[in-house]
C-alpha cells in the first residue's frame, strides 16, 4: 500500500536517509526542513503521513503537532515524531499534542515501515469516510472532526484481555476515572463479549499463556462485528517481532513494558477519539444517505425510494409467484386543511397521517410519501382480498380518530381515499401504479372516504 509520507527535519542527512528508506518501498515521499514548512505541505493537502522530528530551531516538532491537530484541514493526517528523546515524559508531551507513535532514533527500518504502512490503511479508510461524509456537511449536519476533537473521551468501554492479574489490575488501576475496563482472562470469551458489546477499545495482551494472542487480533479484524475496534497491544521489550507482525495484522498501537500510567492514558485516549471520529463519520455518511431517500417532514421513504424499488419487488414477486399489492392514500381535501389553519397544521396531519398508516401496516411493508398529501404501500405477499381489509382498517383509523393541530388540543376530522391493485401477471411497475392510481380516481369521484380496488 502506497501513501505520501512528509518527512519534516532541519537536519539534512536525516531527511536523505528517511527518504531514501521510504522510496525504496515505494513511498511518494516529500521534505520540509522546518515546522512553518510542513503546516504550509499538509496545508496543500500534500501528504498522508508525517514523520515529524522533535529538536528543530523555532517552531519545535511538539508545538508543529499542536498546530497540525487543532486546524480541522489537517487534524485528521497522523503524525509519527522522530526523536532521539525516550523518554515516557517526552513520549508523554508528544502524545499530548496529539501525535500518533514514537520512532526513536537510530530508526529501526522494519519498525518504520510497520508502522508507515499501518498508519496508511487507517488513512485510506479515514479519508474514504471523510469523502462521503463531505456531503452531509455541506447540507448543515455537524462536523463529526469538531465533535471529536472537542471530546476528552472519558467515559469510553475498554476489553481488556489478559490472563496476568497483576498486570490487568495495573491497567485497571491506571484507567479508573478515565474509562471503564472490563478484564476477560479467556481469549475466546473476549471475542464473545466484543461481539455483544459496545465497546470503545480492545487491550490485548501479547503475553497470553495458553492462546496466540496474534491469532486473536487477527479474529477481531476478521469479524463484521468488531472490525472497526481499534486494538492497543501491551508487549514486553522482546516481543518487537511479534509487534511489527501485529501491525501488519491491522493493531492500531502498541505499549512496551514498564508501562507507563500517563503514556498508556494518552494512547488509550487517542484510540476511542480517533474511533468515535470514525463512528461519527459513519453516522454522517449514513445520514446522508437518509436525507436521499427519506422524506424529512414524515420519515417515511420517499418518492426516489419508491420508484427506485418497486421494480424490485415486483420483479421479485413475478419470480416466485408470489402477489404483491400496491395501496395510493391520498388526504382528502388535505388543500382545506392548509387554507383554514395554516401549513403548520397541514404538516402536523402530514406527519401523524404517516404515524398511522405504520401503526396499520406490517413492519414488510414499504410505506412511502409521493409528494403533498399523497402516499402509497407496497404489500408484498399480500392478495387483493387481504390488502382490502387492511385497507379498510387504515380508512378507518384515519377516520375514527380526530387529528390534533394545536398543542391545546385543538383537533380536527380527516379522511382518506384509498386505490388499490394486485400484481397481475404482467411485471410492470408502472402498470401496476396507473391501475392504483385508476381506483383511487374512483373513491376521489364516488364521495372519498373510500376504498376502491382495480383488479388484474
Known sequence: MSARILVVDDVVPNLKL??????????????????????????????????????????????????LKRDPLTAHIPVVMVTALDQPADRLKGL???????????????????????????KLVLDELRSRAATAVSLGMPDPLAHALAQDCHGGRILLVDDRISSAD?????????????????????????????????????GLNDFDALRLCSQIRSLERTRQLPILCIAEMEDRPRVLRALDLGV??????????????????????????????RENVQASIELAVVDPLTGVHNRRYFESHLSALVSEAADRGRPLALMILDIDHFKGVNDTHGHGAGDVVLKNFAER??????TSDLVCRLGGEEFVVVMPDTP?????????RVRGEIERNRFPITDDGRAIDVTVSIGLAERGREAEPDS????????????KTGGRNRVSADAA
Open 432 to 443: 401496476l401504479f396507473r391501475r392504483a392510481d385508476r381506483a383511487l380516481y374512483r373513491s
Open 18 to 67: 528517511l527518504e531514501a528508506r521510504l522510496t525504496a518501498e515505494y513511498f511518494d515521499v516529500t521534505t520540509a526542513t522546518n515546522g512553518p514548512e510542513a503546516l504550509a505541505a499538509c496545508g496543500r493537502e500534500e501528504c498522508d503521513i508525517i514523520l515529524l522530528d522533535v529538536m528543530m530551531p523555532g517552531m519545535d516538532g511538539f508545538e508543529t503537532c499542536r498546530r
Open 357 to 362: 398508516i405504520r401503526k396499520v401496516i406490517r
Open 384 to 392: 387483493m382480498e387481504i390488502a382490502t381489509k387492511v385497507a379498510e
Open 96 to 122: 499530548e499534542a496529539g501525535a500518533d507513535d514514537f520512532l526513536t532514533k537510530p530508526i529501526d527500518e522494519m519498525t518504520l515501515i510497520a508502522r508507515v504502512r499501518s498508519l496508511a490503511r487507517l
Open 170 to 206: 495495573q491497567i485497571t488501576v491506571a484507567m479508573r476515572g478515565k474509562a471503564t475496563v472490563d478484564v476477560e482472562r479467556d481469549p475466546q470469551e473476549a471475542l464473545v463479549k466484543g461481539i455483544a458489546g459496545d465497546y470503545d477499545l480492545f487491550i490485548v495482551s501479547l
Open 252 to 281: 492500531n498501537d502498541f505499549l512496551l513494558r514498564p508501562m507507563d500510567a500517563n503514556e498508556l492514558r494518552a494512547r488509550v485516549r487517542t484510540q476511542i477519539r480517533r474511533k468515535r471520529y470514525a463512528d461519527a463519520l
